[in-house]
């Protein structure tokens, strides 16, 4: 298990942008894949976008892609969520997750062993 620290949230307008980032400590944080999840007040958690251990797989919920681009630097045990063109239906808390390498992505909470406190997200209209 790793431990995990969100940024960068805030309040922005409609069609702005906020870059996310999670701080991951402990070793061997290029082995395990990592994800961003939501929750909305009243909603039940839900996927955002994963990203492999190498970087070269990454899944996006139908919701916010060509919207959001989720990224990650093995060196600096970091993963990033670049949000452009945010709605006010984006307003959430914003959490990230690990797990240990797969062969595939996770898109439910299930799978991932470790989680952040989260970061609010919220966007006025």
């Known amino acids: 298990q790793v431990q995990l620290v969100e940024s960068g949230g805030g309040l922005v307008q409609a069609g702005g942008s906020l870059r996310l980032s999670c701080a991951a400590s402990g070793r061997m944080f290029s082995m395990y894949d990592m994800g961003w999840f939501r929750q909305a007040p009243g909603k039940e958690r839900e996927f955002v976008a994963a990203i492999g251990w190498s970087a070269g797989s990454t899944l996006y919920a139908s919701s916010v892609k060509g919207r959001f681009t989720i990224s990650r630097d093995n060196a600096k045990n970091m993963v990033y969520l670049q949000m452009n063109s945010l709605k006010p239906e984006d307003t959430a808390v914003y959490s990230c997750?690990?797990?240990?390498?797969?062969?595939?992505?996770?898109?439910?909470?299930?799978?991932?062993?470790?989680w952040g406190q989260g970061t609010q997200v919220t966007v006025s209209s």
């Open positions: 997750a690990a797990r240990t390498r797969g062969l595939v992505l996770q898109t439910t909470p299930s799978p991932y062993d470790s």
